[in-house]
């Protein structure tokens, strides 16, 4: 069975997500730990997150995934945003202990011009000060786009920062599909080894979740721009190639693409249609 899910919204806590998911004929789902664009995150509800564990449990799901805000940059010139990104990541992980066992995704950064190792040092710095041993969630650095002065536009960026981290057993890594396209890895003529260069350089071992978006630009044009499934440069085929690739079809896929509920649920089954057991 094919793990895929959406992105669902918080607002109304972890239950309502569950109950939503299932309504798309999901079995996972992404959601942000608080306002995409920063801010203090939303007390948790004990109840809540006991009924959402009763359901994910009936319901099978075999994990779920967090997203970070996008303003966590702990890389920024500024130490202020640097130690906004520090206690939002401290305080996210702290939250994900409700649901214990799951997996927290994080945009490395931005180094705005301090060039990309002292931002890599800087994302790893943060990391060493907050991974503990005690925790139960494994914190994965999504590939970028390679829009502006992200890191982790090339799989080598993410090994520098992981190779730089402590506890390594915590870490692991969510490939974005529409990313890596904008970033240069031609997942459409050349998935095979744009995988073996992945596991070269990375280990695919570390893949640990796989956000399935198509893309509004072309190959290697850094814009970041989503589109959903078979609406862009990536196209339907290649989508159908990645999500039954022996490497990649166990991994949880999950949906960003610029849609509501309803198309979510139609995307979902488009790809649950073409899923091969
Ligand atoms: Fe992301
Ligand atoms: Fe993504
Ligand atoms: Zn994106």
Same mark, same amino acid.
């Given at each position: 069975?094919?793990?895929?899910?959406?992105?669902? &919204? &918080?607002?109304?806590?972890?239950?309502?997500?569950?109950? /939503?998911? *299932?309504?798309?004929?999901?079995?996972?789902?992404?959601?942000?730990? !608080?306002?995409?664009?920063?801010?203090?995150?939303?007390?948790?509800?004990?109840?809540?997150?006991?009924?959402?564990?009763?359901?994910?449990?009936?319901?099978?799901?075999?994990?779920?995934?967090?997203?970070?805000?996008?303003?966590?940059?702990?890389?920024?010139?500024?130490?202020?945003?640097?130690?906004?990104?520090?206690?939002?990541?401290?305080?996210?992980?702290?939250?994900?202990?409700?649901?214990?066992?799951?997996?927290?995704?994080?945009?490395?950064? &931005?180094?705005? %011009?301090?060039?990309?190792?002292?931002?890599?040092?800087?994302?790893?710095?943060? #990391?060493?000060?907050?991974?503990?041993?005690?925790?139960?969630?494994? *914190?994965? #650095? /999504?590939?970028?786009? %390679?829009?502006?002065?992200?890191?982790?536009?090339?799989? /080598? /960026?993410?090994?520098?920062?992981?190779?730089? +981290?402590?506890?390594?057993?915590?870490?692991? *890594?969510?490939?974005?599909?529409?990313? +890596?396209?904008?970033?240069?890895?031609?997942? +459409?003529?050349?998935?095979?080894?744009?995988?073996?260069?992945?596991?070269?350089?990375?280990?695919? &071992?570390?893949?640990?979740?796989?956000?399935?978006?198509?893309?509004?630009?072309?190959?290697?044009?850094?814009?970041? !721009?989503?589109?959903?499934?078979?609406?862009?440069?990536?196209?339907?085929?290649?989508?159908?190639?990645?999500?039954?690739?022996?490497?990649?079809?166990?991994?949880?896929?999950? #949906?960003?693409?610029?849609?509501?509920?309803?198309?979510? %649920?139609?995307?979902?089954?488009?790809?649950?249609?073409?899923?091969?057991?």
């Amino acid at each position: 069975m094919i793990t895929i899910g959406c992105h669902l &919204s &918080s607002s109304k806590g972890y239950a309502a997500m569950g109950k /939503e998911a *299932v309504k798309i004929n999901a079995n996972t789902f992404q959601f942000f730990t !608080r306002n995409p664009r920063g801010g203090k995150a939303k007390e948790i509800d004990p109840e809540d997150v006991s009924r959402f564990l009763a359901f994910a449990g009936e319901q099978k799901f075999p994990c779920i995934l967090a997203h970070a805000p996008y303003t966590l940059n702990a890389c920024s010139a500024d130490e202020k945003v640097r130690e906004f990104a520090w206690m939002v990541m401290k305080d996210d992980l702290a939250r994900m202990e409700y649901t214990p066992g799951n997996y927290y995704n994080f945009h490395p950064g &931005s180094h705005v %011009g301090q060039g990309a190792q002292k931002g890599i040092a800087l994302i790893a710095e943060m #990391l060493n000060g907050i991974l503990t041993e005690e925790q139960s969630t494994t *914190v994965l #650095l /999504e590939t970028m786009a %390679g829009k502006g002065s992200e890191v982790g536009r090339s799989f /080598e /960026e993410l090994r520098e920062i992981l190779d730089r +981290v402590e506890k390594k057993e915590k870490m692991g *890594v969510c490939l974005d599909t529409c990313h +890596v396209y904008d970033a240069g890895y031609d997942l +459409v003529n050349h998935l095979d080894p744009v995988l073996e260069e992945f596991d070269r350089i990375i280990g695919l &071992s570390r893949l640990k979740a796989i956000h399935l978006n198509d893309s509004l630009y072309g190959w290697n044009s850094h814009k970041d !721009r989503h589109a959903r499934i078979g609406e862009g440069t990536i196209g339907l085929e290649a989508m159908i190639r990645i999500i039954n690739h022996p490497a990649l079809k166990n991994l949880p896929f999950y #949906l960003e693409t610029p849609n509501d509920l309803k198309g979510y %649920g139609e995307e979902i089954s488009l790809l649950q249609k073409f899923f091969v057991e």
